[in-house]
């Protein structure tokens, strides 16, 4: 893979994971929606903004030379991401499992690339 595509990969990621974390800090109606389906509590709001927000910010010190960052920052989005899945699943929610299984979809790319080699 190019240093360029897995730049990009490592940026779309730290984006998309930034995009959701002020999703969920502004209480967006589809996160309530989603949240409240798969039966999680509006206060974990605010908690889980942050963890989305540290694995972006993570993601882009690895991309600045921190590899153990970077490398640190995708395996706890990965992890996140099993967790929203397992949330899906066991609340029988699959309509929109394609949502979170994209965001993990980006965190484990992520971690390839960031891997030192």
């Known amino acids: 893979m190019t240093a360029v595509l897995a730049t990009l990969v490592v940026v779309i990621t730290a ?3 930034l ?7 502004v209480r967006a109606p589809f996160v309530l929606a989603n949240s ?15 963890l989305k ?9 690895g991309l600045l030379g921190v ?8 395996t706890g989005l990965v992890l996140f991401y099993l967790g929203a ?5 066991r609340a029988r929610v699959l309509h929109n499992l394609a949502f979170p299984a994209l965001f993990l979809g ?9 891997l030192p080699p």
Do not use: K, Q
């Open 53 to 61: 927000a540290a694995g972006a910010l993570g993601l882009v010190l």
């Open 15 to 17: 984006a998309i994971n």
């Open 106 to 114: 980006g965190a484990v790319a992520s971690f390839v690339v960031l």
């Open 67 to 74: 590899t153990w960052v970077g490398v640190a920052a995708a």
């Open 36 to 50: 409240a389906e798969v039966g999680v509590p509006e206060r974990w709001l605010p908690a889980l903004a942050a």
């Open 19 to 25: 995009g959701i974390a002020v999703a969920d800090l």
């Open 85 to 89: 899945i397992a949330a899906h699943i």
